[in-house]
Every structure is written in C-alpha cells, then in structure tokens.
C-alpha cells in the first residue's frame, strides 16, 4: 500500500503488487532496502520487515486497479465508491475476529479441562449448601461420594450425605466435620465459575457474531457486483468495533485463564504463555485498538446526527440505509433517540431480565444514551466558541467508551438472535436440549456483562436498585446451570491434543503425568554433573571456596 500521486495531487493510498529481491541471489533490487526488524515479544515464527524504496519504478500494470485505475496517459479514474478501499481492510479484520473466537476457545479449552480435575482444599459444608443435600440415614456412612468419569475425566461430586450431628454445650447439633474428606474440584468454586463459565459464554456470542459480519460481507460482496455499496459505512463500523473489542477481550481472557491454572499455568507445558505472547500484537496489527474504537464512533455521530433531524436525509442515502437496516447491525431511531435519555427499564419481576427483547433493549438504551451524550457534548462546546476538532478532542475517552457499548450491542443481539433462531439458520437444525444449554449462555453473558458494567446501564438510573439485585442473583443461578455443562461446552469447540499443545488441556484430564513427563525431558534434569557444579557449586559445598577467601584476605593483611 503506497501513496499515489499524479502531476503533483495526491490520491491517497492505493496498491500495488512489486518484486522485492533478485531472483538468483535473494539480494535486494537496486532501490529497495528491505529486512527483519528484529526479535519481538512474541510471534517470532513469523518475519516482520522493514522495507524502503528509493526511486524505485515499477510498470502501470503493477497497480491493483479493480475499482480505482490509471489510464495509459496519466488520467486517473475515481472508484464508485469513495470508501470502497475499506472493503479489503474489513475483509481482514472479519478474518481477525474469527480468529479471536478460536483463540478465547483454545485458552477456555485448557482452563476448563484443568480445572474441572484439579482438586484443592476439603469442602464438606461448601458441597452441602450448593448441592442441597438432605441427612444420612445411615450413621455408620457419614461421608458417601458418588463419582461419575466424564469423558474428560471429570469427577463431578453427585451425591453427598450431610455427616451425623453431634451434640454441643448448649445442646444443639451441627455437623461433625471430617478433616480427611476429599477436596474439591476448583471449578466447583463460585469464585473460579465466574471466572471461566462468563468467558465460555462470550466465545459464543463472538462465534455467533463472527459468523453474522462473515456473512453480512458475503451480501457486501454480491451488492458490490451490481455497483451498490450501501453496506460500506456500517460493515467498515462494526467490523472496526468488534476488531478492537474481540481482541481486547481475548488477550485479557488468555491471562485469566493462566490464572486461572494457578502456578501450573505459568509453566510453558500449559501452552497458556506461549499463546498470551503470539496473540499480543493482535491488539496492534491491523489498527491499533483505540483508533479503531474511534472510527467507529464516527459513525455513531452521524448516524445520531442524523436521527436528531428526524431521520431527513438524502433520497439515495436514505434508500441505501432501509436496505441495510435489516443485516443485524444497529440504525438509530429518531423516536427512540427522542426518548431515550428519560427511558426506564420496563422489569417487572426477575423473570422478565430473561426475556431477550428486554436483554436487547438494554444494550441498546445504553449506547444510544452514551451516543446522545457525546453528541450533545461536543454540540455544546462548539457553540461556545470551540473549534469542532478541539470538541472531538475533548471527548475522545468518551468516543472510545460509546464505541465500545454499541460494540457490546452487536455482540449481544447477534448471540440472543442466534438462539431464538432469527436471522440465522446455524441452529435450525438444533435439538430443544442444546438450545436451552445456549439459552443459559446468552443469558449468563448478557446479565454478567450488565453486572460487571452496572455503572454505565445505571449511569442515568435505567435500573432500580431492586433491578441490580434481580440481576445478580440471576448470575449465581446461571453460573450453577452452565457449570454442569462446561467440560461439553468447551469439548464443543473440537481442539485436538495436538493443536492445544498443552499437558493441562489433554481430553484425557491427566495432567499431573504430563506435567511429570515432560519435566523429566528437561536437559537440565539429565546431565550430570550439571553444568557450573564442579566450577561454583562444589567448592562451596566442600568449604573450599571459604578458604580461598580466608586466604585472599591474610595475604592483604
């Protein structure tokens, strides 16, 4: 991608196709520098580059001229589009949200198989107050345990006996605790579900949403073969959000999942730390997260700005945007706009925070709220004297956090869409068992997102303080719902052993041995004496090297 400039105008970036080096030695051609840049923090299996040309010609033909061209005699033809150059970035940023989705899989994968086996601390009282269990009638078999082996080799606890009670000084009875009982699995831990079961629900919400934009540039793709490209704005918009956000998301979760691992996740045998530093620069390449957030802000304004006039604009645009208004990307409208800042949640009961035409309205009351917001911000400071770039300036933060909310919102109306089977047909075929799994996922994502950003749905007091508690209590519910289904949600995603890599995400469940064995391959555990012990170690084992200093020291007296 290079500049192109005729008889001194520039045109902005276009590309172009150019041979780099000399086909018999792999020398660079006369006016071209070109190398490595160097080790990086990650990714190193591929070659980064450094390349500059000097007075480097290159024939017309080399140019990419499918929509913008260069005649022989030097004229230059606009494309029909003015931002139809976007479509080869949004092409590579739907491919890099694909991508997140497996990456946040293939870490859940690890962190849920590891955690649904490893086992740590007794937990008698813990298993009686989740599992809801009633008092043995058998004295004599105080502490029963039933084990089913999953697939996976997990252990689930079914059936526990509350132990015989014994009397106390004031002649009450509590349980007689047994020191010796089994310790618990650690995903059976609330603390370590609402870690890992959130993330599960969120790699399928962007699997839903990756499909959904894959598929809206398909349409982009037929449309623009009949020269019309009225999907441009919003797929460059969403697919810049979700690049940023998906991303964002992904090399977060990645850690949490190491964390999640305890001290064996951040050993290399886990795959965990290799995977954080090859998926770092994902936040990076392809735009930098922050500006992407921004150019879709800009986006929001206008389409605001638009909505503020009542939804009056051109005939053509006007045209083009009901035609686009159906492809499961958000449009404003005007009445709701109107309306939305004095708008109150409509929950009547905890039931209804599970309905999603609710759940959606949510999401959508707050990044149209924060949209209106920012636009009349930015109004207010123009007419008081400040230049327009001064007042977007003023209101970058906010732009990224609007962008970011209306981001969520694709995520989530694409996720609640896909279960109720509108606007897709991935799960036509679906069995009512699996759609109620799905179902306690969108719903786990929507509310845990909603509580873990409380501040903002409740910023203009959307939700009664009766409504937060609804919602929270809904989140423990759904944790103890999906938690029996994690082990099957992230086998769902089909990693190999060989793909993962990882001796704590083995389908088998066998870490310890793994760990074990590829220790035990170690060099350092097979040479002796170890390298440095005859020279440093020894010595100071045997007193030698005291000695020597003793004797270093009375030659200087």
Known sequence: MARLILKGKDYGVHAFITQLRNLEDHRPLTGITVGDIGPKFGFNTNDNGFLRFNSFEIPLENMLMKYSQVTPDGQYKRPPHSKLSYGTMV???????????????????????????????????????????????????SHEVVNNQSPNAEKKNTDLTIPPTVPTQNNSSVPELDISFDEEVILNYQTHQYKLLPLIATTYAFHFTSTKIAQLLQTFDQQAK???????????????????LTTGVVCDAIEICRQACGGHGYSRFSALPDQYANYAPSATYEGENTVMMLQTSRFLLKQFAYAQQGGKKKERQASEESESSTNGMAVFDPKFVANVLQEKCSAKKIEDFLDPELQIRMFCHRFVRMTAEVALGIQEETQNGATMTVALENYKVAQVRTATAYTWYLVQMNFANAVRRQDTNELDSASESLITVLRDLSNLFTLWHVEKNLGEFNEDGYLSREQCGWIRTLVRGLLTKVRRQAVGLVDAFQFTDHFLNSALGAYDGDYATRMYQLALQEPMNNVYPPVGYNEYIKPLLRGDIYDSISTTVDSKL
């Open 226 to 244: 009949r020269g019309t490209f009225s999907l441009i704005p919003q797929l460059h918009a969403a697919s810049s959000g979700l690049k940023s």
């Open 91 to 141: 092409r590579v940023r739907v491919g890099i949200i694909v991508e997140a989705t497996q990456e946040l899989g293939r870490a859940l994968t690890i962190a849920v198989r590891y955690s649904s086996v490893r086992k740590q601390f007794p937990t008698a009282v813990a298993h009686h107050l989740k599992n809801n269990l009633l008092v043995n009638p058998n004295p004599k078999k």
